[in-house]
């Protein structure tokens, strides 16, 4: 059993394992072979990063067309889900606007990056469009062309999702359409996988002419970061979790919760995946009391829409870059941050191939013209977070059952359910 259980963790752990070796060791390289007036040290590895940022680019504008025109296109049926469905997500939506709300405030209080990178220059930066521009850019470009370009992820994915509902709406004139989509999105997909498995080399030849240039701050910059990172998962477990299981459970709900709550969140910790926490959660579910009918549809979605720690994580990686790039992170950004990190983690971790397309929205709205050196930052912050954010998520899955049933089947559900069972 120990040798199964280690196999499995060496197996869905493996690729950030190496992630994480290559960062280091490029860390390593940097800081032996720093960028001097007279030579350029380990920065003559940047390359290796400058490909893969510049294959992502070319991959990701047809990658989301493909992917959330051809989910919409194929979908079985325009009805929507009804109470439990739209409670659901709802409920996704609210939870993951307190996560990203709370992570502001401790952005704002232990900032991550204390003091600016060097040598990045001010004027690359530009200007900050109006927060009412802000909103038009959010969703719509000036032409089509406009659309094609790495810088307008949000205006694609509004275009993509309206092209995918026209052509369900088509009916048998779309269906050749919507496979097409389909087959291209699976196609992206690999073409993605591919480009992924060269991720370790570039990241690698990334930090180590990152660290050859800007120095051993880039440690202590990401190490401070994931100091308030991981010890806010721990106490969000132990503070809204329990909240949230009192309010959609009454009286009872918190003790509820914490008896069957353990598991999910040991299997998504062994697991590092939400899906994977599905059967587990079903049967914390089942054990409970919820409605079959509530956990059928709350804990499928909720492993790909439910995203509390992504939400965290999000916040973390555009106060993180900020501060890089030398910015003020103010309260005025509070809105669009929120928005943001709603959109990124909550909307897009359900569209198939949806893998990086946070880190791009991130991108083009508060970083367009410093997206080479921003979106591996990013990246590399999301593989760090990556198990605690996924146990907040998939073990807070179970959490938001109790809050659907609350709407569902009456504030007095759990109570019902605990009778019976006396």
């Known amino acids: 059993m ?53 294959m992502m680019f070319c991959v990701v504008v047809p990658m989301v067309f493909a992917s959330i025109a051809g989910a919409v296109a194929n979908m079985g049926s325009r009805k929507r889900a ?108 690999k073409f993605v996988k591919i480009i992924t498995y060269y991720a370790p080399i570039a990241f690698f030849g990334f930090f180590a002419d990152l660290v050859a240039v800007y120095g051993p701050q880039i440690t202590a910059d990401y190490g401070r970061g994931l100091l308030v990172y991981y010890p806010l998962c721990l106490v969000y477990v132990f503070t809204a979790f329990p909240l949230f299981a009192r309010f959609g459970g009454g009286k009872g709900g918190a003790k509820t919760m914490f008896r069957h709550i353990l598991r999910p969140a040991m299997v998504s910790l062994g697991t590092c995946s939400s899906v994977a926490t599905i059967p587990t959660n079903m049967d914390a579910a089942e054990e409970t009391g919820i409605s079959k009918d509530v956990s059928d549809i709350v804990l499928p979605l909720g492993a790909t829409m439910h995203m509390d ?37 909550v909307g897009m971790s359900g569209v198939p191939g949806g893998g990086y397309i946070g880190e791009y929205i ?50 007095d559900w759990l109570q019902k359910k605990l009778a019976v069972k006396k």
Do not use: H
């Not at 493996?14 to 490029?26: S, T």
């Open 2 to 54: 120990s040798k199964i259980k280690k196999n499995g963790f060496l197996k869905n752990y493996a690729f950030l394992i190496i992630m994480v070796a290559a960062i280091v060791a490029g860390c390593i390289v940097g800081w032996l072979f720093p960028n001097t007036g007279e030579t350029t040290g380990a920065s003559v590895l940047k390359p290796l990063g400058t490909l893969f940022i510049n």
């Open 362 to 411: 991130i991108c083009s709205i508060f970083f367009p013209t410093q997206m080479e050196l921003a979106f591996p930052i990013l990246v590399t912050i999301g593989n760090l977070v990556d198990p605690p954010a996924t146990m907040i998520n998939a073990a807070g899955d179970y959490v938001v059952s109790f809050i659907v049933s609350r709407f569902v089947d009456g504030k």
């Open 309 to 345: 720690g992504s939400c965290f994580s999000c916040v973390l990686k555009i106060a993180f870059v900020f501060g890089v790039f030398g910015q003020q992170f103010t309260w005025d950004m509070l809105i669009p941050v929120i928005l943001v990190a709603v959109l990124s983690s």
């Open 82 to 189: 009804g109470k439990i469905m739209g409670t659901t997500v709802a409920t996704f939506v609210v939870t993951g606007a307190i996560a990203a709300v709370i992570m502001f405030v401790l952005m704002k209080v232990f900032p991550p990056v204390l003091q600016a990178w060097e040598d990045i220059p001010a004027e690359e930066m530009g200007e900050y469009a109006t927060f009412s521009q802000m909103i038009v850019n959010f969703f719509t470009a000036e032409d089509f062309v406009g659309l094609l370009s790495r810088r307008a992820m949000l205006p694609l994915i509004v275009f993509s999702l309206l092209f995918g509902f026209a052509t369900n709406l088509a009916g048998k004139d779309g269906k050749i359409v919507a496979q097409w989509l389909e087959g291209l999105s699976n196609v992206m997909m």
